[in-house]
């Protein structure tokens, strides 16, 4: 039990914490590190009391039921690779939100980063341990998205914005191929659990949609580890923040591909097609990002070419497949991960202390920053292969791998010379970083002064460098009980027997080793001074450069063609779209219904009462004179569309629905204030009945009216027959008999929304939110033209008669004096009633709220009663007046809402129980006695919350803009009278 709680915090911690630290204010910087860092190291102890369990090649999970009809349920594992791969999420995580407080500047939005960060890490932990592959590219999807919002974080940068939506389609395009293939790979199996999938390699490689799922799986691979001819994504990500590179680009995002293939490679390996695309394509991004390496200029760019050839090292260990292959592949993911991590911050403090990370201006900073360079020149020898530091190791097992004989094809038999010839690259690109950065005379044209950063912000370095010596000199002891549980996890009982040891005599392998060392050495010392001078690639790879590929291929399809599609289809007229969208409805539901012929009603007239027709006749009268008005007398129009939602709510009380009603008639009053405080940024009614004469228009008005008027009795006649056909006990029998039983209250409505069909409420709150949030956004940067808006004192809320000659004498009079006019207390009258209602309305909602689970009411009512009491106070002072004496924070409000319904939810899987499962029960209180009480109290107070800050926020946007553009109207009127007094 305590092992099943552990992974269910793995993937729910990183999470909170992101949702913690964006609501954390910009100066709590500290705050920020000790929340991330708490997160990742919780994470570790966890980790660590998994170890024992998963060590011997044995799998801890936990499932929970979803949709299980169609086999999809929210199963978590972790085994012995999946333990490995989150050590480097939590670990390499924790020294990153270290790093980042010294590296990021105080002008920059910390808490947006961290919770970007610490969400990043919470997906790519989900889909580690997801058991299930079709939940597992959800999150890897989500990792996708993440890292979007981590290159761009810096988005006033165009070259960030650029990197991070280059970044975003190719790796999501890749995983749309592999949402696919996962689909694909489900039906053949039988199953989505990853361990049945795991354990049906032989099913899947004979089956006829193999080269299907196959071309599907390794696009979703390649395009997520950069590999040729993918890769072009990683340099432009370099843009983001060092530390984003040192966690996304070296240790976690881009291992997810290679990660996929390794733990795939099982079930779709060991085939000639597997050998020929995956051995293939590693070794040529292994040659061609080590060969674009050596010319880069810039640090971070040296780096990431680095990184695609490492990754095309690990995806010729996945294509070769043997055992030895696997147990390389893994050792080295572990490996590079230490060692370019370490590089990575090591190139952030040179370009945070020298204000540059160009190698052509940068030299001998072995002077200024000794200890910075003593940490880069170990890891990347390292990087290099250098004998008796932890990448040696590695690469020695991939010499062994490719030196063997595997099928005898042109491709194995290639593989010893092209793999020595990628590391004799490799060994120049690690010379030219170390000579070229830290060796020769102090540069004396850097933007900065160079100097030693911040010890703290050495510490990451110094612990990852530390590991990259100790697994050199001590690899069994430092790293054998880690690497053999992964090699378990993947392979089994078919996993080989491997050494550790530094010495394996004097073979083929370190025979390739040294001449790959000597060869490379001679590279850089003939190529140094071309080097100094070249551009950043060769001129034959520029040609063939996949970069300028996909640019001309977005040109097309964002100018080009998509420019076509919209003059054939498009429109900017949002009244044309929407007629398009409600005829293709319409069109859907008529094919669907044309022969539902037991769906005519029956018994039309058998229960007729003239009262209620004639209440809807009123109804219906509304609604036309509202349509008719619309573009004439816009107040009469809203006044009209209000009487008919008054007839909707007398409906639903009519048929017993009390708490439909009220929230009816709660929503009438909202969306009337905010209708009325939209109408003002509407053309002028003069403009609009001009253009409205002509006989386009009213064909289209007629046209218009036509639709709706189908459309309408369409749905008004499915309603009724839905209520009137269906014979015998419907699924609302079932809710009323099972409510008080199953859900713990007495109204069967609130019982729904709030237990039995909580995920819906939860998926609509959210929406919600999002809703508020884009209507803030929109209005924040909407500017309507001055003369289109009146300031606020030309507005009224009651029309008074005109003054005669006498009485605007006294009102002139009266206002010189400073007294009190008729028109202020006039003005003043529903400004004290509203203010008095105040205290009214939150009772209201109070009472609202607390009897919605056994009366008519709930959160949703009580949350809009709430949300009326706050607009009330708006309509009635000024925003201003009202705003110094109500601190309101809506997105708060969402965000609390959200936390505490998602919390209600999370909170039954802790007692082993589906999400958003509802307990409810009679508790004691003294004097009172027995009170009823269910969990879905708290739930209801999240959806009071998210309707509350939704509402408010967009009251608050609409406010604000009106006060906005009255003092731009104020502006722009001083300064034409005086530009008229000069």
């Known amino acids: 039990m305590l092992a099943e709680t552990l992974i269910l915090l793995l993937v729910v911690l990183p999470f909170l914490g992101a949702i913690a630290a964006t609501t954390m204010p910009v100066s709590a910087r500290n705050g920020e590190v000790v929340l991330g860092g708490g997160v990742m190291l919780a994470g570790l102890v966890a980790l660590a009391a998994l170890f024992d369990q998963v060590s011997d090649g044995r799998v801890v999970s936990r499932t ?16 012995g690779f999946a333990w490995l791969m989150l050590l480097l999420v939590f670990g390499i995580g924790f020294l990153v939100v270290i790093y980042a407080r010294y590296y990021l500047s105080p002008a920059d939005p910390v808490p947006r980063f961290y919770g970007f960060l610490l969400a990043f890490a919470g ?143 099982p079930v779709l390996g060991g085939t000639p097609a597997w050998f020929w695309i995956v051995a293939g394509t590693g070794m040529a991004t292994l040659i061609l990002g080590a060969l674009i390496a050596l010319y880069r200029n810039d640090l971070k760019g040296l780096l990431a070419y680095s990184t695609i050839s490492h990754l095309g090292l690990i995806t010729a260990l996945a294509g070769i497949g043997s055992g030895g292959a696997i147990v390389a592949a893994i050792f080295h993911i572990l490996n590079h991960a230490v060692f370019k991590a370490s590089l990575f911050m090591a190139a952030g403090i040179i370009d945070h202390e020298t204000g540059t990370r160009d190698m052509r201006r940068l030299s001998g900073l072995r002077h200024s920053m000794p200890r910075t360079s003593a940490l880069a020149i170990v890891a990347a020898a390292a990087m290099g292969g250098v004998p008796l530091l932890n990448g040696f190791l590695s690469k020695e097992m991939f010499f062994a791998e490719a030196a063997d004989w595997h099928n005898g094809t042109w491709l194995d038999t290639a593989l010893p010379y092209l793999a020595t010839l990628a590391s004799i690259f490799s060994i120049a690109y690690s010379l030219r970083f170390i000579v070229q950065v830290f060796f020769g005379p102090p540069a004396t044209d850097l933007p900065k002064e160079p100097h030693e950063p911040a010890a703290w912000m050495r510490r990451p370095v110094e612990l990852l460098v530390l590991l990259v010596l100790l697994v050199g000199f001590w690899p069994a002891a430092m790293i054998g009980a880690v690497l053999q549980s992964g090699v378990l996890a993947v392979l089994g009982v078919d996993a080989p027997y491997y050494s550790l040891a530094l010495w394996h005599g004097f073979n083929t392998p370190l025979k390739m080793s040294l001449t790959a060392l000597a060869l490379g050495t001679v590279l850089y010392l003939i190529a140094a001074p071309r080097l100094q001078r070249a551009n950043e690639a060769p001129a034959f790879l520029e040609r063939l450069s996949a970069q300028a590929l996909f640019d001309r291929l977005m040109l097309l399809l964002t100018r080009k063609w998509s420019l076509r599609l919209y003059r054939r289809f498009g429109t900017r007229h949002l009244q044309v779209q929407m007629r398009l969208v409600v005829l293709l409805v319409a069109a859907g539901a008529a094919a669907t219904l044309i022969d539902a012929t037991r769906m005519w009603p029956r018994g039309l007239f058998q229960n007729f009462d003239i009262t209620f027709a004639l209440m809807w006749l009123a109804g219906c009268g509304c609604a036309i004179g509202a349509a008719v008005q619309a573009k004439y007398h816009r107040f009469a129009a809203l006044a009209l569309l209000g009487g008919a939602g008054l007839v909707t709510a007398a409906t639903f009380a009519w048929f017993s629905a009390p708490d439909l009603a009220v929230t009816q008639l709660m929503v009438e009053v909202v969306t009337t204030v905010l209708l009325l405080l939209g109408l003002r940024w509407l053309p002028k009614r003069s403009q609009e009945i001009a253009g409205d004469r002509s006989y386009q228009a009213r064909a289209r008005r007629a046209q218009d009216l036509v639709i709706a008027s189908v459309c309408g009795v369409g749905v008004a006649s499915l309603a009724f027959a839905v209520m009137t056909v269906a014979p015998g006990l419907t699924i609302g029998d079932w809710f009323r008999r099972n409510a008080y039983a199953e859900g713990g209250g007495t109204n069967a409505v609130n019982v729904i929304l709030v237990d039995f069909r909580a995920f819906d409420t939860l998926g609509e709150i959210t929406v919600l939110g999002i809703v508020a949030l884009t209507c803030y956004a929109l209005l924040r ?160 107070l999240g959806v009071f919350a998210v309707v509350v800050g939704a509402t408010v926020l967009i009251q ?24 008229e007094e000069r």
């Open 64 to 79: 929970i039921e979803w949709v299980p009809s169609i086999g999809l349920d929210l199963t978590l594992r972790v085994d």
């Open 123 to 265: 997906a790519m932990v989900a889909m580690l341990i997801s058991g299930n592959i079709l939940v597992m590219v959800v999150f890897w999807e989500l990792t996708s998205v993440f890292s979007f919002l981590l290159i761009g974080y810096w988005h006033q940068s165009a070259g960030a914005r650029d990197g991070a939506r280059t970044a975003l389609i190719v790796t999501g395009t890749g995983g749309m191929a592999l949402l696919a293939a996962m689909i694909l790979l489900g039906q053949v199996v039988g199953s989505y659990r990853l361990d049945d999938v795991l354990a049906a390699g032989d099913i899947v490689r004979a089956h006829e949609w193999y080269p299907w799922i196959l071309g599907l799986f390794l696009l979703g691979a390649f395009t997520k580890s950069a590999q040729v001819p993918f890769h072009f994504w990683l340099p432009n990500a370099m843009a983001a923040p060092t530390p984003v590179s040192a966690y996304l680009h070296s240790a976690t995002m881009v291992k997810a591909g290679v990660y996929l293939l390794v733990r795939f490679s």
């Open 781 to 940: 940067r909407f500017r309507p033209a001055p003369e289109s808006v009146a300031l606020p004192s030309q507005q009224t809320f009651v029309e008074l008669p005109p003054l005669s000659a006498a009485e605007a004498e006294c009102e002139a009079e009266a206002k010189a004096s400073k007294e009190p006019t008729r028109h202020d207390v006039m003005m003043a009258i529903p400004s004290v009633i509203m203010q008095w209602m105040f205290p009214v309305a939150i009772a209201m909602s109070a009472y609202l709220f607390l009897r919605g689970h056994d009366l008519p009411g709930g959160g949703f009512a009580a949350g809009v009663a709430f949300a009326i009491a706050l607009l009330l106070q708006y309509l009635a002072t000024n925003v201003r007046w009202i705003e110094s004496r109500i601190t309101i924070l809506p997105v708060r409000w969402i965000g609390a809402g959200l936390l505490f319904a998602v919390g209600t939810g999370a909170g039954s899987l802790l007692f082993g129980y589906p999400f958003l499962t509802a307990h409810a029960q009679y508790v004691t209180i003294p004097l009172i006695g027995q009170v009823p009480a269910a969990t879905a109290l708290l739930f209801d």
């Open 956 to 979: 608050i946007a609409i406010a604000h803009q009106s006060l906005r553009s009255a003092r731009l109207r104020a502006r722009d009127e001083a300064e034409a009278l005086s530009q």
